[in-house]
């Protein structure tokens, strides 16, 4: 039992590692763009980064690899450029 116990952990740990890593990957490739977004509007790269780490799964969510949408912005009925449209699955209880 406490072997399987310690193989447990283990995985948990580099499941956590793996996390940490793809968060911090996420910074640094935007990080640039949240300061200099910062400064246009106000609002801290910090608060804008961890949004997006949030909505997107630090930029794995098919809404971010598919359309770069970090934040789950819907377009208005006179956007007329690209979309992205997903199945969503009933019953589930989440916005999918």
């Not at 499941?15 to 106000?42: C, D, P, V, W």
């Not at 790269?45 to 997107?56: D, M």
């Not at 794995?60 to 789950?72: E, I, R």
Request: net charge negative.
């Amino acid at each position: 039992m406490h072997i399987l116990s310690s193989i447990g952990l283990s995985i948990l740990t580099c499941s956590l590692f793996a996390q940490e890593a793809n968060i911090s990957g996420f910074i640094e490739r935007y990080k640039e763009i949240a300061i200099e977004e910062m400064h246009r509007t106000g609002i801290p790269a910090s608060v804008k980064l961890a949004q997006a780490i949030l909505e997107s799964d630090a930029g794995k969510s098919d809404l971010a690899t598919n359309s770069n949408n970090h934040f789950g912005i819907k377009c208005g009925v006179e956007w007329d450029g690209p979309v992205f449209y997903k199945k969503m699955m009933t019953g589930t209880g989440g916005a999918g």
